[in-house]
């Protein structure tokens, strides 16, 4: 109940596509939905966060989709760049507990 | 600033040694704590700490030890390495209060590989 289910593991898409990454959750106590940007030999850096008070976050070209009956949440990564490319992961965390549960990443590609 | 810095870079150990790795922030963050990263198992959270004195276990806590005395530095003991140890060690930090309360920042992370 406390797992955090990611997919796809790996993801290629071409320079001006979207990338979705879509994670699933069962602890409907979970409140606090953060995605990380993880390049290679470095560590997380936040992306873009979720509370379930609000069903979308825009920030730039990220936006978090979140569907509480579903209990899913996803990353769309609009006009894809090069740039892009890393791993992300989606995470989730219940206020006070101080515990965060991480997905199992997503690999990211982006062809030029 | 600075942000959460860690020290060892890279470290190799043998089987039955002990280390610490060490982090520090700069931002005067209540919270902070210890991750480590496999292939295909994401971040699993070792130890945290909400303030100085006050630490609990994650979820993979067996075979390492914290200690918080400051706000600043949260090092992380392992008592006797093996081999299962061998992973890529992340601390993180973050604010309790305000509008970034629970935005973690991750320092660059050691590599620490068990022989």
């Known amino acids: 109940q406390q797992q955090v289910k990611q997919s796809p593991q790996s993801l290629i898409v071409q320079k001006g596509g979207i990338s979705i990454i879509n994670c699933a959750y069962e602890n409907t106590a979970f409140d606090y939905f953060p995605w990380y940007q993880q390049f290679p030999g470095k560590g997380p850096a936040l992306l873009i966060a979720?509370?379930?008070?609000?069903s979308e976050k825009k920030e730039g070209r990220f936006t978090i989709s979140f569907n509480k009956s579903a209990k899913q949440f996803s990353l769309h990564i609009m006009d894809s760049q090069p740039g892009d490319s890393a791993t992300y992961f989606c995470a989730a965390s219940i206020s006070g507990t101080y515990k965060y549960i991480f997905g199992t990443g997503t690999r990211l590609k982006v062809l030029a | 600033n600075a942000g959460v810095t860690q020290t060892p870079k890279f470290q190799v150990l043998k089987t039955g040694q002990s280390m610490t790795l060490q982090c520090a922030q700069d931002?005067?963050?209540?919270?902070m704590s210890w991750y480590r990263q496999d292939p295909g198992m994401g971040l699993r959270l070792i130890h945290y700490s909400v303030g100085a004195g006050i630490t609990d276990q994650g979820e993979v806590p067996n075979g390492y030890n914290v200690s918080r005395s400051t706000t600043e530095d949260f090092p992380l003991r392992l008592l006797s390495a093996a081999p299962s140890q061998t992973s890529v060690y992340f601390c993180?930090?973050?604010?309790?209060?305000?509008?970034?309360?629970?935005?973690?920042?991750f320092g660059p992370g050691t590599r620490l590989t068990v022989t």
């Open positions: 993180a930090s973050s604010p309790l209060q305000g509008r970034s309360s629970y935005e973690q920042y």
């Open positions: 979720i509370r379930p008070d609000v």
């Open positions: 931002m005067n963050h209540e919270y």
